[in-house]
T-cell receptor
Framework: GAGVSQSPSNKVTEKGKDVELRCDPISGHTALYWYRQSLGQGLEFLIYFQGNSAPDKSGLPSDRFSAERTGGSVSTLTIQRTQQEDSAVYLC??????????????FGEGSWLTVV | AQSVTQPDIHITVSEGASLELRCNYSYGATPYLFWYVQSPGQGLQLLLKYFSGDTLVQGIKGFEAEFKRSQSSFNLRKPSVHWSDAAEYFCAVGAGSGGGADGLTFGKGTHLIIQP
C-alpha cells in the first residue's frame, strides 16, 4: 500500500480481555517497529522485526505483550489480559532497513486502545 | 544507550512569529537525527532528517534544523509560523547499531500552541 496501515483505528475493551492490533507495512519494507504512546508521554519502543531475523523484543513491557510477523509483511501485536495502564496509542512503523543505513521510518496513524 | 531531551513541554507562539524548538541528544557516535510532527489524532509525519554532510537541513512545510555536534543539539526552526503548525513535535535519534537500537529513540515531545 501507499503507507503503513493499522487496524483497528480505535478499540475499547474491557479489563482482562485480549486484544489484537494489526499492522500492514509499506510494501517492500523489511523493517517493522511497534511503539506505544501514552497520554502526555513520548514514544516507547516495543518490538522490532528485521527480515527473517529473530525480533528484538527488548521493549515489551511484560509477558502479556507479544507480536508476530507473518511472511515478512503483516504484523500483529497481541495484548493478553489487558489492564487499564495498557490504554495508549500503539503506533506501527516500517522502513526499508534500519535507520543505521539512513532510511526513514514511516509511521501509521496508530491504534487507539482504551481499556475500561 | 542513546537519549533525547526536549526541554520544553509546551511552547506558545504568535502566528507569524519565528519558532525554535530545542532538542538535545546523547549518543556516542555520529547520530542520525529526525524531527517528526504529530497533529491531533494523526500518526507521525517526518519533517526532516540529518544523516551526514551539511549541518543545516531543510524540511517540509518551511522547517529547518541545525545539527551542532559541540552542543549535542538539533534544534528545529521556522521563520514564520502558521496556525496549521499547531501540533506535537518529536525529536528522535537513530543509532543503527542493531536490535531495538536500530529504530528510533524519541524525546517526550513539545506541544506547540499558536496564538492568533
Amino acid at each position: 500500500g501507499a503507507g503503513v496501515s493499522q487496524s483497528p483505528s480505535n478499540k475499547v475493551t474491557e479489563k482482562g480481555k485480549d486484544v489484537e492490533l494489526r499492522c500492514d507495512p509499506i510494501s517492500g519494507h523489511t523493517a517493522l517497529y511497534w511503539y506505544r504512546q501514552s497520554l502526555g508521554q513520548g514514544l516507547e519502543f516495543l518490538i522490532y522485526f528485521q527480515g527473517n531475523s529473530a525480533p528484538d523484543k527488548s521493549g515489551l513491557p511484560s509477558d502479556r505483550f507479544s507480536a508476530e510477523r507473518t511472511g515478512g509483511s503483516v504484523s500483529t501485536l497481541t495484548i493478553q489480559r489487558t489492564q487499564q495502564e495498557d490504554s495508549a496509542v500503539y503506533l506501527c512503523a516500517s522502513s526499508l532497513v534500519g535507520t543505521g543505513n539512513g532510511n526513514t521510518i514511516y509511521f501509521g496513524e496508530g491504534s487507539w486502545l482504551t481499556v475500561v | 544507550a542513546q537519549s533525547v531531551t526536549q526541554p520544553d513541554i509546551h511552547i506558545t507562539v504568535s502566528e507569524g512569529a519565528s519558532l525554535e524548538l530545542r532538542c538535545n541528544y546523547s549518543y556516542g557516535a555520529t547520530p542520525y537525527l529526525f524531527w517528526y510532527v504529530q497533529s491531533p489524532g494523526q500518526g507521525l509525519q517526518l519533517l526532516l532528517k540529518y544523516f551526514s554532510g551539511d549541518t543545516l537541513v531543510q524540511g517540509i512545510k518551511g522547517f529547518e534544523a541545525e545539527f551542532k555536534r559541540s552542543q549535542s543539539s538539533f534544534n528545529l526552526r521556522k521563520p514564520s509560523v502558521h496556525w496549521s503548525d499547531a501540533a506535537e513535535y518529536f525529536c528522535a535519534v537513530g543509532a543503527g547499531s542493531g536490535g531495538g537500537a536500530d529504530g528510533l529513540t524519541f524525546g517526550k515531545g513539545t506541544h506547540l500552541i499558536i496564538q492568533p
